[in-house]
Nanobody
């Protein structure tokens, strides 16, 4: 079992930056990867980024590439999502999730564990 708790969401203006955190506990080990997804109202869940727990394998979604950076602090068991130049279309609930590191990173169905989500709202 892996438990995930997101934090850091909020209301910001377009162009602002925001850093989300995902605190992991339980069976965190080198065989997992942690990813971020987002889901806007009325839309499907969208892949944002993922990072392996024990190496520098990182993936980004097409809609956020160049504006977000995923990182981890293994000592704190925390994964971060730094988001810059935020746009109103970035408004969504952001979820962190964990999967086996060998699984396909882009598809939510391969992620076994999910946090409760944190709301990000970007005003224009």
């Amino acid at each position: 079992q892996v438990q995930l708790v997101e934090s850091g969401g909020g209301l910001v203006q377009a162009g602002d930056s925001l850093r989300l955190s995902c605190a992991a506990s339980g069976r965190t080990d080198s065989r997992i990867a942690v990813g971020w997804f987002r889901q806007a109202l009325g839309k499907e869940r969208e892949f944002v980024a993922s990072i392996n727990w024990n190496d520098d394998t990182i993936y980004y979604g097409d809609s956020v590439r160049g504006r977000v950076t995923i990182s981890r602090d293994n000592a704190k068991n925390t994964v971060y999502l730094q988001m810059n130049s935020l746009k109103p279309e970035d408004t969504a609930v952001y979820y962190c999730a964990a999967r086996p590191s060998s699984a396909w990173y882009r598809d939510a169905k391969f992620y076994n564990y999910w946090g409760q989500g944190t709301q990000v709202t970007v005003s224009s």
